[in-house]
């Protein structure tokens, strides 16, 4: 098994900043990349990130660019997502996922439960 | 990079097979091999299907089979069972560390 587990459920205010937390175990978190997505209510998957966990590039979707951080511990082998300046339509569940950098399709083979993040005043 | 298309849903009575495609699937190479599908039940994380564009993971039933074409890839479900009832997503890797998901597809077995 390795499961990535996710820290839990937020309500923010509008404006503020969210940091979900994205523990994996039950492998070498230095061998594998982590990416974000999210999903809106009643919507689909939107890609947000990506993150090296061997030197901490990153690559955001442009729509994110400025708003959003993404940080590993190598340490406790643990991601973690950052976004700022909070928006009603940043509602969503945001997912954590393992990217199988060892196949050519980079599929993304493990997946956090969820951490749903509620922007509301 | 453009989002992928499919189609909003797919329904099929049980032990049927169904198709759903995934057009624009197609990387900086120009082909297909980077896809892979998602089924996602209701409240839960999505799981991998199909990966490369044809391959399963181990543990996924060979009921679910992918293929590539140019830029088109399909997901088909044979022996349609009541619990493959879910949305599905494909996804491709577009290059320089970014992925692209297509809108989603319902499967409703009727």
């Known amino acids: 098994q390795v499961p990535l587990v996710q820290s839990g459920a937020e309500m923010k205010k509008p404006g503020a900043s969210v940091k979900v937390s994205c523990k994996a175990s039950?492998?070498?978190?230095?061998?594998?990349?982590i990416t974000w997505v999210r999903q809106a209510p009643g919507r689909g998957l939107e890609w947000m990130g990506w993150?090296?966990?061997?030197?901490?590039?990153?690559n955001f979707a442009q729509r994110l660019q400025g708003r959003l951080t993404m940080t590993t511990d190598t340490s406790t082998s643990t991601g973690y997502m950052e976004l700022r300046s909070l928006r009603s339509d940043d509602t969503a569940v945001y997912y954590c996922?393992?990217?199988?950098?060892?196949?050519?399709?980079?599929?993304?083979?493990?997946w956090g439960q969820g951490t749903l993040v509620t922007v509301s005043s | 990079q453009s989002a992928l298309t499919q189609p909003a849903s797919v329904s099929g009575s049980p032990g049927q097979s169904i198709t759903i495609s995934c057009a624009g699937a197609?990387?900086?190479?120009?082909?297909?091999?980077?896809v892979s599908w998602y089924q996602q039940h209701p409240g839960k994380a999505p799981k991998v299907m199909v990966y490369?564009?044809?391959r399963r993971p181990s543990g996924v039933s060979n009921r679910f089979s992918g293929t590539k074409s140019g830029s088109t890839a399909s997901l088909t479900i044979s022996g349609l069972q009541a619990e493959d009832e879910a949305d599905y997503y494909c996804?491709?890797?577009?290059?320089?560390?970014?992925?692209?998901f297509g809108g989603g597809t319902k499967v409703t077995v009727l």
């Open positions: 996922a393992r990217i199988n950098d060892f196949l050519s399709g980079f599929p993304l083979d493990h």
């Open positions: 039950g492998y070498t978190f230095t061998s594998y990349g």
């Open positions: 993150i090296s966990t061997k030197d901490n590039n990153t």
């Open positions: 197609r990387d900086d190479t120009g082909v297909s091999n980077r």
């Open positions: 490369e564009g044809d």
């Open positions: 996804c491709s890797y577009a290059g320089g560390n970014t992925w692209v």
